[in-house]
């Protein structure tokens, strides 16, 4: 191991000071059924998602950055990017951040917000997305995201299929379900689900900051925007070929008979 | 004027890609995205281990390719294999008024590999349809459906990742059929003609798949 990596572990260490206790040689923390696993770029923090774990948190409209796992659908993860902890990122100021980061993600995973959160003034959250950041077009579809905003919500969203046909068959459904599934593979930190409603259910992608520290929202919001980008630039083409049922093909007609694994399945 | 094939086999190039293939090992995405296809995969033994190695293939290629040149979406492993994906290639379609012809950067395609392709010869529209977008101008495409067809009939047992690969050639046009009376391998006379007629406008893009510099041997891509 070299002079780095242990100045890197030295410095998770900071983490003991919330109750998380060292494993793995370092290389991975835990406290109260959350695990913290750093990487490079991201601060991994994982718990089971059985319903026993907890309030299911990591569904469109939750506070925090709670959602299924990239590996393992059977976890819950909270992607917490590096990157915003400043270019010294674990120095005093970083770790400070890091602090309340794992706070916000010890709360949320709660299902609550860390205490005395407010939503900063909208202005100074619109002032942190790029131009035209909110706005995606792949191929002949364009898509708006919204910056939600209230009291005690924070969130970026965009709808991938606004209104999914309550007609679509089963099979498209599934061909659906898997590119979701696919979708939270590949990319951190969104979450990617069905929304609206049984009658006109849709599906969104999602990166919710509620309760996020007030200090780190400057660099957190356009990494939030960014991230969603990637993935609903990535998903907005094939969902919506998918859902639209006008669109016939002899691929859509079938899918497995057995369910893709579900978590706590 | 009639301009024939090039040939619809692939190239010697495309060929040391398909070698190569096999001993690729997948990693991130690419690696879970084969192991949640495997968990629902159904068949006899023989279609299974197919299946198996078809898939794996695929993805692959998809890893191996420069980003974002094959996206595989989703891939179905129960039945047939099938693949939803998404291509890099310049994909035509149908002029304008002004004879201008609009270029798409993206083409979707759905891909179905039944299990007969590995006993039978099967047509060469048989394997890949293109979901978007519409109105594809190419001879080897049909414009309803808009099934591309490949060839008169391909191989038995033509594997998965050469499909890709002849697909990104034919719409690129750096493989073409313009005889517009070769019933075998032009769905559309119409559009046959017209490439006649601009045929300097041919290939659409002398881009390879894989760079000269692109490592099949190399690590795999990570997010």
Known sequence: MNIASNSRIRSWSALESLGFVSRDGGRAFQFDGVIVKPTRQWCVLQTDASPSSGPANDSLGQPGL?????????????????????????????????????????????????????????EAIESCIPDGGLTIQSGPIVRQGELVTASDRLALRFP???????????????????????????????????????????????????????????????????????????????????????????????????????KGA | MVLTANSKRTKPANDAVLRRLPSVSLAGPHLRQFEMAMTTMCGDPIWRGRKQAEAHDLLALSQVAPDGRLAVMSLDLCESLRALMILRVPVPCRPDTANRLPLRDIAMLGLTYPREAITHHLPGYAFVQILEPRSVWLPAVDEARQALCLGPDMPVGIRVAELVLMSYGALSMQTTQLDERDTAGVFNPESALWWQQNADRIPLSRTPFLRQDDSMLGPGRQR
């Open chain 1, 66 to 122: 709670w959602r299924r796992g990239t590996d393992d659908d059977a976890v819950r993860e909270f992607h917490l990017p590096l990157a915003i902890l400043g270019p010294g990122r674990l120095d005093e100021d970083g770790i400070d951040a890091l602090r309340a980061c794992v706070d916000w993600a010890l709360c949320t995973g709660r299902g609550v917000l860390p205490n005395g959160w407010t939503c900063p003034p909208r």
């Open chain 1, 160 to 262: 991938i299929v606004p209104a999914v046909a309550a007609a679509l068959p089963e099979a498209r459904r599934k061909w659906l379900d898997r590119l979701i599934a696919a979708a939270l593979q590949h990319w951190r930190m969104v979450r990617v689900d069905w929304g609206g409603t049984p009658e006109r259910p849709s599906i969104e992608a999602e990166v919710d900051l509620s309760g996020a520290p007030h200090e780190v929202l400057d660099r957190l919001t356009p990494i939030a925007v960014d991230a969603l980008r990637w993935v609903v630039e990535w998903l907005l083409l094939p969902a919506n070929i998918v859902a639209d049922v006008r669109v016939e093909s002899d691929l859509f007609n079938v899918f497995s008979e057995r369910d893709i694994p579900r």
